[in-house]
């Protein structure tokens, strides 16, 4: 059964930091270039950034670049969104996603809630 399981979200103050985890199972993880998307309440979902299939190269969207870091663990099979210097409009549901490569194989994960708020 594949699984992609999200945690880390929560509540955190302008300027802090959180790290969110991405735990996947049931497939070929390392085929698997891994992304980080993000919905905020009443827009579109968005992309974040994402990490090749050995954590080579990342690239992230503008609005995070500089704050946000991307990395993966081939071993335990989990990627990582490293976030810092938060800000309001950081606040979003916070979702991986796997895309195999070479094909259209996609599996998403269910998401967790990251708010930033004083």
């Known amino acids: 059964q594949v699984q992609l399981v999200e945690s880390g979200g929560g509540l955190v103050q302008p300027g802090g930091s959180l790290r969110l985890s991405c735990a996947a199972s049931?497939?070929?993880?390392?085929?698997?270039?891994m992304k980080w998307f993000r919905q905020a309440p009443g827009k579109e979902r968005e992309w974040v950034g994402g990490?090749?299939?050995?954590?080579?190269?990342?690239n992230y969207a503008e609005s995070v670049k500089g704050r946000f870091t991307i990395s993966r663990d081939n071993v335990r099979r989990t990627v990582y969104l490293y976030m810092n210097n938060l800000k309001v409009e950081d606040t979003a549901v916070y979702y991986c996603?796997?895309?195999?490569?070479?094909?259209?194989?996609?599996?998403w994960g269910q998401g967790t809630q990251v708010t930033v708020s004083s």
């Open positions: 990490v090749t299939i050995d954590g080579g190269r990342k």
């Open positions: 996603k796997a895309e195999g490569m070479g094909s259209n194989t996609e599996y």
């Open positions: 049931g497939f070929t993880f390392h085929y698997y270039v």
